[in-house]
């Protein structure tokens, strides 16, 4: 008798172990939608104002580099945070009447679409639209503050080093 109680207890008490730990629900998470399509639009739209305030040659800032951005160009050490990457742009402003543009090929999303890879090809033209250099690169943008900031990019020449 004394068994079938101490069985009938350790049953009762292993069954409110398992109803006590199925009793808390997951919390769902929101489901976050996220437009592939949209998010290349607005990283082309940042792609096409950084050409255009470049090609104008005005030194102004358009909100593209985040302030802890690191931007790496060839032959060169990287150049870290958004004024760095500003004073060498803006050295080279003025210097040429040569013309960049920029072309979002793919974007690749986070989940969330807090950040997104993008991979993209350049195209540098003289003023008479003679094509001086090609070349592709990536930059990794972070939504911050609701907006596409720029943390990291590097680039590379399609020309061969002679």
């Known amino acids: ?18 109803l006590a730990c199925n009793t808390k629900k997951e919390e769902e998470k929101p489901v976050v ?12 739209a940042k792609e096409d104002e950084f050409a255009a305030t470049y090609n104008s040659g005005e030194a102004k800032e358009i909100g593209y580099y985040a302030d802890d951005a690191i931007s790496y160009y060839q032959h060169r050490k990287p150049l870290v945070g958004r004024k760095a990457i500003g004073e060498f742009l803006m050295a080279d402003l003025g210097t040429n009447s040569n ?4 072309k979002t090929n793919e974007v690749f999303v986070s989940n969330d679409g807090n950040q997104v890879v993008e991979s993209g090809s350049f195209t540098v033209t003289d003023s008479s639209k003679t094509v001086l250099n090609t070349g592709n690169y990536l930059s990794l ?3 911050r ?3 596409y900031v720029c ?10 080093v002679e």
């Open 141 to 143: 943008f972070e939504k």
């Open 1 to 18: 008798m004394k068994n079938k109680i101490l069985k009938g207890l350790l049953l009762g008490s292993v069954l409110v172990s398992m």
């Open 99 to 102: 013309k960049i543009s920029f």
């Open 151 to 160: 943390v990291r990019d590097m680039s590379a020449s399609d020309i061969e």
């Open 33 to 44: 939608v996220v437009d592939k399509e949209q998010i290349k639009k607005e990283i082309q």
């Open 145 to 147: 503050n609701g907006k």
